[in-house]
């Protein structure tokens, strides 16, 4: 049966890199009708923190990857020590003061990497390196092989042995991490051999890159995954955009749920060369997910958001708030993209182009504007076909055209340059507001 494993250190946010690690694990062990266990790697007792390691947690909730099984190394610290003592018992590691070393002695080591084939590593070139980096000589002024650290001289144990213990113990069979992680690979596989334990199979993932190449930082979505959140993005759409990632469902298909991702997920289909992060795309898979909701679902998800600007209350009329989403959700990224795109409607106090306004708004449309106003004021019932139809007839009337009079409308009513259908935003908007805005915006 397989067993896969996601282990984070919770001395940081979960960002996009273990966010996608996390959930090729997830795939994977769902798709063999396997066992996911989530393992908090939190030996570091200075760098990890309580805050990091609840983040975690909930973004992992958030995204949806439900674990079957979950650990923290804190409280098996006992055990490591057991087996490095057993190791010092049978000779294969030494004590030098609070720390214990696994000797290394040279030889050839081979990994199959179910995506990368075989990677073969000489242990002799682990060398023994001083605080510059320059490696420490011996009497005859040899290199030497550098043992592997198993406790740390503080007592505390090293990650790459807590880890081999581990993914040994709880019988993970597929290790599937990030490519940063090969060189440990062999080290962890020297500890296999000492304790006599078998290796599981291991996967590493391509890195993540930026799209100007390098490796990806704070500018191009190394944030939390929390952060995701905050601005509006869908987990549903998160996760689908992470899969792309390294994998792809095949048939130029882009767009998955998770449920049939599990259906076609194999480890072995995932890519060698390094993903590319793009924003763009991220925020293309969003807006799909967006689009593929419900006017009502929208409101929901917004809801917050909406309440604690001030936009709405609880008397706000939730058909004329379904009108606003259903013009709007086709057309945004983000949820917090329909706060910046719609605030005329909840406010005066919204947004203006300068620029736009300046270019518009001039003073030579006063009578024009006028003149619109007192036809606005006399239509019936205030729909958008109406006023459409109102505008034109204007139009005509004094031997302009639409396009001259469209924008200056739009900056009037919404302070924007751009938007939908302006007939439809000024029957939401109502008479009266479109009446008020005309007026004050020529004074
Ligand atoms: N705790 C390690 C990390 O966060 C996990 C490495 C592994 O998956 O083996 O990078």
Redesign the pocket.
């Known amino acids: 049966m397989v067993k896969a494993r996601f282990?984070?250190?919770p001395t940081g946010f979960l960002h996009i890199g273990g966010a996608r690690t996390a959930l090729f694990n997830y795939l994977y062990a769902r798709a063999q009708k396997g066992v996911f266990v989530l393992r908090i790697?939190d030996t570091d007792r200075v760098r990890s923190k309580k805050e990091y390691e609840e983040e975690i947690l909930s973004s992992m909730k958030w995204l949806g990857m439900d674990w079957d099984e979950l650990y923290y190394q804190t409280d098996r610290f006992d055990l490591y020590k057991e087996y490095a003592e057993k190791l010092i018992n049978e000779g294969k590691a030494y004590k030098d003061g609070e720390a214990v070393l696994l000797k290394v002695n040279s030889e050839e080591i081979k990994i199959y990497d179910i995506i990368r084939g075989e990677i073969t590593f000489d242990t002799s070139n682990f060398i023994l390196r001083d605080e510059n980096n320059k490696p420490v000589l011996d009497k005859e002024g040899n290199t030497q092989l550098k043992d592997e650290v198993l406790i740390k001289s503080d007592g505390s144990p090293a990650?790459s042995f807590c880890?081999a213990i581990d993914d040994a113990l709880m019988e993970i069979t597929h290790?599937i991490?990030g490519e940063d992680?090969i060189s440990n690979t062999p080290k962890q596989i020297l500890i296999y051999q000492a304790l006599g334990l078998k290796p599981p199979k291991y996967a590493h993932l391509p890195l993540i890159m930026g799209e100007d190449g390098s490796r990806l930082s704070k500018r191009f979505g190394a944030v939390a995954v929390s952060d995701y959140k905050l601005k509006g993005y869908l987990p549903d759409a998160l996760d689908n955009y992470l899969m792309l990632l390294g994998w792809s469902p095949g048939n130029n298909q882009e767009i998955i749920t998770i449920e049939n991702a599990i259906k076609k997920f194999s480890i072995k289909k995932v890519n060698n060369s390094a993903a590319i992060f793009s924003m763009d795309k991220l925020n293309w898979v969003n807006s799909e997910y967006l689009k593929q909701k419900s006017v009502d679902q929208v409101i929901e998800l917004l809801e917050e958001r909406l309440k604690s600007k001030g936009f709405i209350d609880d008397d706000t009329d939730n058909d004329w708030l379904g009108k606003i989403v259903d013009l709007y959700k086709g057309r945004i990224s983000t949820l917090n993209d329909f706060l910046e795109w719609t605030d005329f409607f909840f406010t005066d106090n919204y947004e203006v182009d300068q620029d736009a306004a300046q270019k518009h708004l001039v003073t030579k449309l006063k009578d024009v504007f006028s003149q619109l106003t007192d036809s606005f004021e006399g239509v019936e019932t205030f729909s958008a076909e109406n006023v459409e139809k109102t505008f034109k007839e204007k139009v005509t009337a004094l031997q302009l055209k639409s396009s001259d009079l469209i924008h200056p409308l739009r900056v009037a009513l919404t302070g924007k340059a751009v938007g939908p259908s302006l007939f439809h935003i000024a029957a939401i908007l109502g008479q009266k507001r479109v009446v008020e805005r005309l007026k004050k915006s020529l004074p």
């Open positions: 282990a984070p250190s790697e990650y880890c290790v991490r992680h």
